[in-house]
């Protein structure tokens, strides 16, 4: 039995298979689409220009995705908050280390009165 996600993966792959295809025999045989009554195939300029689409429409597509890509990532630099200097990170660091040093010898002394209640 297969799991939706799995499905779901197939479907993609079947698709992707396809459409890659599709375009392979378009682009180096328009001709198909003639046979399909989608072109005219006598006239030569048809051809060519269902050519040009098939390589113009997915270069533009991966422009304009690459475009907004860089958006984005422009976008994120400029609107996220500078982090803090690495100078200020250690000093932190080390003040917590002495905060919990200067805890331990009191929880010990609590321990130490407990287990003496005890006796």
């Not at 422009?63 to 609107?79: H, K, L, Q, S, Y």
Request: hydrophobic share 50%.
């Amino acid at each position: 039995m297969v799991s939706k996600d799995q499905g779901i993966g197939g479907a993609i792959l079947a698709v992707c298979v396809i459409v890659a295809i599709g375009y392979i025999v378009t682009l180096f045989y328009p001709n198909w689409l003639g046979w399909l009554g989608i072109v005219n195939v006598q006239d030569p300029s048809a051809l060519f220009n269902v050519q040009f689409w098939v390589i113009a429409v997915p270069v533009f597509i991966a422009f304009v995705a690459i475009m907004f890509i860089g958006a984005w990532i422009g976008w994120t630099m400029a609107t996220t908050p500078p982090p803090k200097p690495i100078e200020e990170i250690t000093t932190e660091i080390e003040e917590k280390k002495e905060e919990t040093k200067a805890e331990e010898p009191a929880a010990e002394d609590t321990e130490e009165k407990s287990a003496k209640k005890k006796k």
